[in-house]
C-alpha cells in the first residue's frame, strides 16, 4: 500500500464556517491537520463535528472559507474529484454488490488498472480475503466495518475520514477495532481524521484530539496533555470526570497562584492557571486526589491542597474504589483511589480528608458555568443515587 | 373443546385458504371438461381436447394477444414514465410538487366507470378513432399512478448515504445512478412493472369504453359468457394463473436464499455471530 514516493500533505481549514439558517454548525474553525496523524474531533452530538467532516469530504457546502490540501486548494472541487475519502457512520456498503466489487468501486470509477491485485492485497491487509464474494448483510458488524475502511483506503486517499466508525459495533468489538485501526494507520501512513463522541475512542486512538463545541474547538493536543490540563471548563467535564471548585485569586507564592475557596487556600501553578481575572475555577482530577481517615491528617505531605469532608458514597468498581465526599461547603466531590490495599476502605459517613499536590491542579475561567461539558445523563443519575442515598439515611 | 382452542387458529387458515382458491380450483378442474350443454359449469367428462386445441374457438386466441400486446406496451411505457416521476418527486423541490403528489393518487381514487366513460367522452371530442391506441392510452394513464407510488416508496426508503459513499468513491453523478441508484431501486420498478401489467391484463371496464371494435381478452369472455364460455378460456385462465404462481414462487426462493445464507455467516470469522447492528 504504501509507496514511498507518494507526498503527503497537510489538510488545512481556513474560517471554515456552515450555517443552516440562523443555527450556525461549525462557526470559523481554522485548523492545520498535520500528514499522516491520526487526529480525532472529539465533541458532542451536534457541536459541529460530523458537518465538518462532511465539508471536508465534499457532500456539503461550507457557508465560508477553505479547505485545503498542502497548497491545492479543493473547496471548489466536488466530492467524487477529491483525494479524500469517507468512512461512513454505519458504513453505508453497497447492499446490491458483493464485499469485492465494494472494495474496487473507486478503483473502477477512476479507470485503475490492476483491480484485481489491489482489492486482493486490499482485502488481505484487513483480513477478509475469503469473504469477497459475499454480500455485505452476510457479514458481521466488525467485518462490515474493515470493508468500509478498506473500501475507502484502496484509493489511497490524501485524507482518510472518519465518521464515528466504530459507534455501532458492541464493546469488546470497538476495542478491538480501534487497535486494528490505530495499526492499519501506521502502516499505510494516511492522515485519519475521526469523528467521534467516545472520548476513550478518541484518546486511544488519536495523536491529537481536538474537543469541539458548538462549532469551536475549545481544545486541542495530545490527549495526555488535553487530559492533564484541561484549558476550559467544558474541556475539564467532557474528557473524563473533573472536581471544580469555584474561587477567587488572592495572591502569588512562587510559582504558584493562591486561590480562596470557601474559606481554604488552593495552590495552582501559575502556567496552569488559565483564567486572568479574579475568578477562577479551580480543578483536579478524581484519580489524583488521595483520600485519608481524618484521624490520619498529620501524614499530609507539606504544601499540598487539602480539603476536609465526609463520605457520602462508597462504590467499588474492582480496579478502584470511587468516592462521593462532601465539603463542608455542600459540594460533593469525587476521588478515585486504586484498589492496591485489600481491605481497610473508608466508609460511607467516615470524616476523611482529601489532598493533591498542587502540580495537578488546574485553574479555569469560570465564564462557561461549572457543568459545561457534564454528560446530563450521567449528571442525573448521579444526583437521583444521591437523593436515594439522603433517603436511606434519613429513615 | 380444549382441542378446538388450540388448533382455532389454523382451521380459520385453512377455510380461508380453501375460500381463497376454490374459484381457481373450479377454472383449472373446468378446463379438462367436455360439457354436454352450452354453458361449462358442471363437470360432464373428463377430456384433454381445450388444452390440445387452445385456439379452437375464434377469436380467443386473438384476443388473449391482444390483451398480451396491449399490456406490455402499456406497462412499458407507465414503468418508464412512472418512474421519471417518482425521482423527479422524490429528488427534486419544484413548484407544483405537493400538487402533483396529490394528484398522482387521483386515477387510483377514481371509479373506473367514471374514468372510462370520461376517457370516452375525450377521445370522441377530438374525433380520435377508437382501437388498441386509445385502450393502450386508457392504460398507460391509470398504472402510472401505481408505479409512481411504488417506485417512490423504494426510492424514500432508500439509505441517502449510500449516493453520498459513491460520491466519496469518484462516481460522478451519471456513475451514481447507473451503479447504485439504479441497481438499488431496480427491484421497486420491477415490482410497479408487475403490478401494471396484471391491471392492464384484465381491465375491463375502461378497456370497454375505449376499444370501439377491439376485443381484449377481458371483453371477450364478456361477450362469450352470453352464449356459453368455451372450455378454451379455462385453459387460459389455468395458464395465465400458473405463470403468476411460477413469478411468486421464484421471487420467494430468491428471497429464501438470500435469508438462509444471512442465518448462516461464515465459520471462518470469530466475530461472525455477533449481532449486527
Redesign the interface.
Known amino acids: 500500500m504504501v509507496d514511498g514516493t507518494r507526498q503527503v500533505e497537510d489538510l488545512h481549514l481556513r474560517s471554515l464556517t456552515k450555517s443552516f439558517g440562523d443555527f450556525v454548525a461549525v462557526d470559523d474553525l481554522t485548523l492545520t491537520i498535520p500528514a499522516g496523524s491520526f487526529f480525532a474531533l472529539l465533541g458532542a452530538s451536534g457541536c459541529g463535528k460530523t458537518t465538518t467532516l462532511r465539508m471536508v469530504a465534499g457532500l456539503e457546502d461550507p457557508t465560508q472559507g477553505s479547505i485545503m490540501i498542502g497548497d491545492r486548494d479543493i473547496t471548489a472541487l466536488r466530492a467524487f474529484e477529491r483525494p479524500v475519502n469517507t468512512v461512513f457512520q454505519s458504513y453505508a456498503l453497497f447492499p446490491h454488490l458483493d464485499i469485492y466489487e465494494n472494495v474496487a468501486f473507486g478503483l473502477r470509477r477512476r479507470g485503475v488498472k490492476d483491480v484485481r491485485g489491489q482489492v486482493e492485497r486490499m482485502l488481505e491487509l484487513v483480513e477478509l480475503g475469503p469473504m469477497a464474494r459475499r454480500k455485505p448483510a452476510q457479514l458481521s458488524g466488525g467485518q462490515q466495518q474493515r470493508v468500509a475502511v478498506a473500501r475507502a483506503l484502496i484509493n489511497q486517499p490524501d485524507v482518510l475520514l472518519l465518521d464515528e466508525p466504530l459507534g455501532a459495533l458492541d464493546l469488546k468489538l470497538r476495542r478491538q477495532m480501534q487497535i486494528e485501526l490505530k495499526r492499519i494507520q501506521v502502516d499505510v501512513g494516511t492522515t485519519f481524521v475521526h469523528v467521534t463522541h467516545d472520548q476513550e475512542e478518541a484518546m486511544t486512538m488519536a495523536d491529537t484530539v481536538a474537543v469541539m463545541n458548538a462549532g469551536r474547538i475549545e481544545q486541542m493536543g495530545h490527549p495526555a496533555e488535553i487530559y492533564e490540563t484541561p484549558r476550559t471548563v467544558f474541556v475539564a467535564n467532557f474528557l473524563g470526570q473533573s472536581n471544580l471548585i469555584a474561587g477567587r485569586r488572592t495572591g502569588v507564592s512562587g510559582d504558584h497562584t493562591l486561590v480562596e475557596a470557601h474559606g481554604l487556600t488552593l495552590a495552582v501553578p501559575s502556567n496552569r492557571c488559565f483564567s486572568l481575572g479574579t475568578e477562577i475555577t479551580v480543578g483536579v482530577r478524581p484519580e489524583k486526589i488521595t483520600i485519608l481517615d481524618a484521624v490520619d491528617a498529620g501524614r499530609i505531605p507539606e504544601g499540598h491542597n487539602r480539603l476536609e469532608g465526609r463520605v457520602t458514597d462508597v462504590s467499588y468498581t474492582g480496579v478502584s474504589t470511587q468516592y462521593l465526599v462532601d465539603a463542608p461547603w455542600g459540594q460533593e466531590l469525587i476521588v478515585f483511589e486504586q484498589n492496591v490495599i485489600v481491605g481497610d476502605r473508608c466508609e460511607v459517613g467516615d470524616p476523611v480528608v482529601l489532598h493533591w499536590s498542587p502540580s495537578h491542579t488546574f485553574g479555569l475561567h469560570p465564564a462557561q458555568g461549572g457543568t459545561a461539558g457534564v454528560d446530563p445523563e450521567a449528571a442525573e443519575g448521579a444526583r437521583t443515587a444521591a437523593h436515594l442515598l439522603a433517603d436511606g439515611t434519613g429513615v | 373443546m380444549r382441542w378446538l382452542r388450540r388448533n382455532l387458529v389454523g382451521i380459520v387458515a385453512i377455510a380461508v385458504l380453501v375460500y381463497l382458491f376454490i374459484p381457481i380450483a373450479v377454472i383449472m378442474v373446468l378446463s379438462f371438461n367436455k360439457p354436454a350443454g352450452k354453458y361449462n359449469l358442471k363437470f360432464d367428462e373428463f377430456s384433454l381436447e381445450a388444452w390440445a386445441n387452445l385456439c379452437g374457438v375464434p377469436g380467443v386466441c386473438s384476443s388473449f394477444v391482444t390483451s398480451i400486446q396491449i399490456g406490455i406496451v402499456s406497462t412499458i411505457v407507465a414503468t418508464l414514465l412512472g418512474t421519471m416521476i417518482a425521482f423527479a418527486l422524490v429528488r427534486y423541490r419544484f413548484r407544483g410538487r405537493s400538487t402533483t403528489n396529490l394528484l398522482i393518487f387521483l386515477p387510483m381514487a377514481t371509479p373506473e366507470v367514471v374514468m372510462g366513460a370520461s376517457l370516452l367522452a375525450l377521445f370522441l371530442n377530438l374525433r380520435f378513432p377508437l382501437g388498441q391506441i386509445t385502450v393502450i392510452i386508457a392504460h398507460i394513464m391509470f398504472i402510472i399512478s401505481f408505479v409512481v407510488v411504488t417506485v417512490k416508496a423504494r426510492l424514500q426508503g432508500m ?1 441517502p ?2 449516493e ?9 453523478p451519471r ?1 451514481v445512478f447507473r ?2 441508484t439504479f ?2 431501486v431496480l427491484p421497486g420498478i420491477l415490482g410497479a412493472a408487475l403490478l401494471g401489467f396484471s391491471l392492464s391484463f384484465d381491465d375491463f371496464i375502461i378497456s370497454f369504453f375505449n376499444a370501439g371494435t377491439l376485443v381484449t381478452f377481458p371483453i371477450y369472455i364478456w361477450g362469450a359468457a352470453q352464449r356459453g364460455i368455451p372450455v378454451q378460456v379455462n385453459a387460459l385462465a389455468t395458464i395465465v394463473f400458473l405463470v403468476a404462481l411460477v413469478i411468486v414462487l421464484t421471487a420467494q426462493y430468491v428471497n429464501h436464499r ?1 435469508r438462509r ?2 442465518d448462516n ?2 465459520p ?2 470469530a ?7
Open positions: 439509505d448515504r449510500l453520498e459513499a459513491a460520491r466519496d468513491l469518484y462516481a460522478n456513475a451503479y447504485v441497481p438499488l438470500k445464507a444471512l455467516p461464515t471462518i470469522a466475530d461472525a455471530a455477533l449481532p449486527r447492528s
